[in-house]
């Protein structure tokens, strides 16, 4: 009686085969030049497989089944069998060898009779997410766009995936490249150690409470060397403060603090990352300002501000001898509603950039004429804190706008949804490369500066001359 054993597959009639003894032993010193998929035998492909997840991963998803409706008859710990729609020829059997972990292909026929089809089961966000880690680590700005991920994803395999599984794919991939939001808490605190290390004589504060047992991240603030010593040994005595959101599962407030430097260009200072914005948040980043730029005499420095929530009262009660200034766009968005029109707008704005309070004084005598109820609203409101005419001459800068502030929160826009340590790495290497790309082009020579001081001495001097007029008229 013949013996089969049951764990091998046997296809068609055993033959009758006669053995000779030296058939064996010519091949002994000879490679087998056939490849084992054409001899229908792949070997030994993995020491732990457990299902056929863990089976379909490691034999490979492009090697036998893209686009083709791959299903599983068998599968469990000791044998999976996989194979195609009915009809095709497809079948990959594996199973454990006696009491060994291992399981060993013993089966496999990887010719297909059936059509491709678009869609196919195994072909999910998880494994476009895999896929494309690499990618994503390359240039994830690129990458994290939907249409070019569809594309990329089609072209690799001409297959479409759902607008779904692309969304799932891409926050998958995220994940798998920054680690999850949590983790990147836990190593705040390695990050602080090897900025001071990098960078002597910054300034970094990682404050945290206790929640029960457990130690939690509160708030951080960093003023790197080079931006302190760049701002107090090279730029105007302008400040600019703003906020931001940081978006994501544990959201906050990002406090920026900006300067002006020779150029009127943006001179970033130190930034922090709070909780909420607030009173409280606003005196706490202050304090640790005024330290790191040995603010003594309120009198030598102006903040402009956009109102922001406790950040008047914050610089009221810790500088108070201090210029305030009102950003002149956010002042106009409370006058436009209830005081609409481009007439009104006009008159505002050469009010707020009339250089002389004679010429202010005109300006609103103007507005008052225009409009006696728009006249009353803006009367009050003292003009030290949003017309020229009335800013000391001192600080040397006539900025009405907080723009400085919007341009940094604008150049940081795509990290504020990341985790932590990336919002921290984007601000410091953003900072870092303007810096250089500042230094590249003095030492070029280029003519950028030149070109934003003629334009400089252009609006001055048709200030000058509309002045001028006034006077001449009066």
Partial sequence: ???????????????????????????????????????GFAGEISDHLENSEDFHSKHGYDEFDLGRKIWFKKNDKNRVRAACEEGCPFVIYASRIDESPTLVIKTMNLEHDCSVDQKFFWMNSTFMAEKYTNELKADPNSCLKFTTLRLQFGGDFGLEPSSQQIYRARKKACTLNKCDFVDQFHKLHDYCEELKKANPGSTVVLKTKMDGDQRRFH????????????????????????????????????????GSDGNNGMFHIAYAIVEIENKETWVWF??????DLRIENGHAYAFILDKQKGLSIAIAELIPNAEHRHCVRHFYNNFKGS????????????????????????????????????????????????????????YKCDMLLNNLCEAFNSSIVKARDKPILQILESIRTNLMVRMANRRV???????????????????????LVIAFQYYLEI
């Avoid at 202050?286 to 330290?291: A, E, K, N, P």
């Fill in 219 to 258: 708030r951080q603030y960093i003023c790197l060397d080079a931006c302190k010593r760049g701002f107090i040994e090279g730029c105007r005595p302008l400040i600019g403060m703003d906020e931001a959101f940081i978006k994501g599962p544990h959201p906050g407030q990002l406090l920026a603090v900006v």
């Fill in 441 to 463: 082009l003095h030492l070029n020579g280029k003519s950028q500066w030149d070109q934003g001081l003629k334009k400089l001495l252009k609006k001055t001097r048709l200030s």
């Fill in 339 to 394: 005081h609409p029109g481009l007439t009104l707008k006009q008159i505002l704005w050469d009010a707020a950039r009339a250089t002389t309070i004679s010429w202010w004084k005109c300006q609103m005598e103007g507005m008052r004429m225009e409009s006696e109820a728009t006249w009353k609203w803006l009367h009050p409101k003292p003009a030290q804190y949003w017309s020229i005419s009335h800013f000391k001459t001192c």
């Fill in 286 to 291: 202050i304090q640790h300002l005024i330290r």
């Fill in 1 to 39: 009686m013949d013996f089969i054993d049951s764990e091998y597959e046997q296809i068609g009639e055993a033959e009758e085969i006669e053995i000779d003894n030296n058939m064996f032993g010519e091949n002994i010193d000879n490679p087998i030049e056939e490849k084992p998929e054409e001899m």
